[in-house]
Structure formats: structure tokens, C-alpha cells
């Protein structure tokens, strides 16, 4: 059973940096998505960015483009979000998510019931 343990969020002044880690664990098969997520107050859940295992890109919501990388260390099972230029309007709750399977050469940013593995949230509040 994939289990995805999300850590890093907290508080932080607008324009600051912050990094999320998703640590991975019971991951038996090649191919999959993998990204972030993120729940801000009074809102849908909204797709951050991704990885796909057989994708060299990377894709972000318009939003966090240019602020956000999403990198992964696969010696350690590690998925990392560095955002920096934090906004108050990136406020939410960051999930970590992973999807069995690859929808390479399309986009891994899918509605969030494509992905079927959810780890717990971690707060990110930005103040103004």
C-alpha cells in the first residue's frame, strides 16, 4: 500500500520561501504520478504541479509558474515543493498525491479523483 507523508508547511511572511517534502514508501510499481495538490479556504481542491515517471517536464498551475519547482529524489523517496514569492493567496492546505499508472504524453495535471492516493495535508499560511 502506498503511504505519502507530507511535512514542511507553516507560517510565513508574503514573499517568503518555503519547501514541502513528501516522503514515499510502499511504491511497487514503475509507472505513476506524482504531485501536490492544495486546498485554500471556501475552495476547491487545486492542482499545483506534478511529475510523471515517464515525463521529463514538469507542470504547474499558472498560478505558481515561475514561484514553484517540484523536484523528486528518487534515492530517498523523497518528492520536494520549493515555492518561493509565497503570496497570501497560496494559503491552503498542500496535499501530496500520487496516481498508479502513466498519462504520459498528456498532462499529469488531472482532477483530483484521478489520483487515488492521498497523504494527510500540511498548512501553508502566508501573511500579508
Known amino acids: 500500500e502506498v503511504q505519502l507523508q507530507a511535512s514542511g508547511g507553516g507560517l510565513v511572511q508574503a514573499g517568503g520561501s518555503l519547501r514541502l517534502s513528501c516522503a514515499v514508501s510502499?511504491?511497487?510499481?514503475?509507472?505513476?504520478?506524482i504531485g501536490w495538490y492544495r486546498r485554500a479556504p471556501g475552495k476547491d481542491r487545486e492542482a499545483v504541479s506534478c511529475i510523471d515517471s515517464n515525463d521529463s517536464r514538469t507542470y504547474y498551475a499558472e498560478s505558481v509558474k515561475g514561484r514553484f519547482t517540484v523536484f523528486s529524489d528518487n534515492a530517498k523517496n523523497m518528492l520536494h515543493l520549493q515555492m518561493t514569492s509565497l503570496k497570501p493567496e497560496d494559503t491552503a492546505v498542500y496535499y501530496c498525491v500520487l496516481a498508479r499508472g502513466s498519462w504520459y504524453p498528456d498532462t499529469c495535471m488531472r482532477p483530483p479523483y484521478q489520483y487515488g492516493n492521498w497523504g494527510r495535508g500540511t498548512q501553508v499560511t502566508v501573511s500579508s
Open positions: 510502499g511504491l511497487t510499481f514503475d509507472d505513476y504520478a
